[in-house]
């Protein structure tokens, strides 16, 4: 079989390397490695593979301490050493900015980090004979017992309803830990109605609500309604369908970091766009004269305005509405924006510059969309900086803080 030199790692964590003249993406293979491939897709443009043998192994790798890292699609990075997987996230974003736009890629800084393992507070586990991750590159279901990415507590609760629930009504399950509270949340995703209650009686003892979803409801069926988080000085309540960033610990810091760019006066308005529960404007609510915030979820928006009045939260308004329905009808001489994947549509765009606020800190979680829109925004705002955050340890994924200035 012929040797592949692995020359770096793409923006999947995969390593790259030459095939017979072509790129060929090498799953779990390191830069500086030499492997032989097995199961080789030749997608005409490139080829992907798996590694075979390991000829020369990079001092760079560790062994996973998870022992289903090789075939479960939880984790992408476990066997490089995190201080590695730290700069390789960093280099990410500087390596897409700089081949992506004409921005200088100085204004990336040092990436963040604080917790390595156990930062989940949602996992979503597949159903079928088993439950648990998907495997990589496939639907099929890896049969484990343990993820290093959860808490004891869940793992426990995963062991519970992978053994004493009948898996053949569930399609999947979602459980929700409060880092703060320990307040715990099961959502089952059920095939079909069943007396789920007569299976739930060890479950009852570990987790604080239990709820249903079938034919497009969510049934709380035992416990509270919410789960209780917080953040700062603030409590949240969540819902199971709402929005909530997946590592508390970091989510904080993110948040101060946007407070700390966004440097506001008592007499700013803040515009808080694709707000969720409403956690980073009513956690930057004391230090504005007002805030608004955006959000489609319904579910999301009534329980911002739950967490605003627990709070005592008496300057935010939450609106209910795709923001590029409400755009051109609102105001702020600062703007949050914190969208999923997609980034910002044009019309969104188009509307922030026209609104012209002093600052706008962006938030996002995949930094080929954050490039696209920073090349749009740059016409009418300067980006000052950049900050990532290890939001997801062990995996290729990376958040960014954006601060942007209007010109
Ligand atoms: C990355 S989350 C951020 C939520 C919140 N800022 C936080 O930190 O928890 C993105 C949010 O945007 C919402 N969303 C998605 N598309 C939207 C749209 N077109 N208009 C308004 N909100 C949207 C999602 O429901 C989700 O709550």
Do not use: W
């Not at 519970?160 to 830990?177: A, D, G, M, N």
């Not at 967490?307 to 949050?336: C, H, M, P, Q, R």
């Amino acid at each position: 079989m012929q040797k592949i030199e692995i020359l770096k790692l793409d923006h999947n964590g995969r390593g790259i390397g030459k095939l017979n003249e072509k790129t060929i993406f090498v799953t779990n293979a390191l830069p500086g490695e030499v492997v032989t491939v097995k199961n080789i897709v030749d997608k005409k443009r490139y080829m992907e593979a798996d590694v075979d043998e390991i000829i020369e192994k990079s001092n760079l790798r560790v062994k996973p301490i998870c022992s289903y890292f090789y075939e479960c699609g939880g984790c992408d990075l476990m066997h490089l050493k995190y201080d590695e997987q730290k700069k390789y996230k960093e280099n990410k974003v500087k390596d897409i900015i700089k081949r992506f736009s004409d921005i200088d890629e100085s204004v990336v800084k040092e990436l963040k980090s604080f917790n390595e393992l156990e930062y989940r507070n949602k996992v979503t586990f597949h159903v079928k004979e088993t439950c648990g991750f998907y495997k990589k590159k496939s639907y099929e279901i890896v049969n484990m017992d343990k993820c290093f990415l959860i808490s004891n507590k869940m793992n426990k609760i995963f062991n519970i309803v992978k053994k004493e629930l009948p898996l053949e009504f569930i399609s999947t399950f979602v459980i929700r830990e409060s880092k703060r509270t320990n307040e715990v949340m099961l959502i089952f995703t059920l095939k079909k109605n069943f007396e789920i209650d007569d299976y739930l009686d060890n479950l009852k003892e570990k987790v604080t609500s239990i709820y249903t979803y079938f034919n497009g409801v969510y049934n709380c069926i035992f416990g509270k309604s919410y789960l209780h988080e917080q953040l700062q000085n603030f409590t949240f309540e969540v819902s199971p369908s709402a929005f909530f960033q997946v590592n508390t610990i970091v989510a904080e810091k993110m948040y101060l970091q946007a407070l700390n760019y966004l440097n506001p006066s008592k007499e700013d308005n803040l515009l808080d766009l694709y707000c969720g529960t409403g956690t980073i404007g009513i956690t930057i609510s004391p230090y504005v004269s007002k805030v608004i915030g955006v959000e489609i979820n319904s579910e999301a928006i009534k329980d911002a305005n739950r967490n605003k009045d627990n709070n005592g939260v008496n300057n935010v308004t939450f609106y209910a509405s795709k923001v590029s329905d409400i755009i051109d009808e609102v105001k702020g001489a600062l703007v949050i924006v914190d969208p999923p994947r997609a980034g910002l549509d044009k019309k969104t765009i188009s509307e922030i510059k026209k609104m012209k606020p002093k600052k706008l800190v962006y938030i996002s979680c995949d930094p080929m969309t954050l490039v696209r829109d920073l090349k749009d925004l740059t016409t009418d705002f300067e980006l000052v900086e950049i900050t990532p955050f290890d939001m997801f340890p062990q995996t290729s994924h990376v958040e960014c803080v954006c601060l942007l200035t209007i010109r």
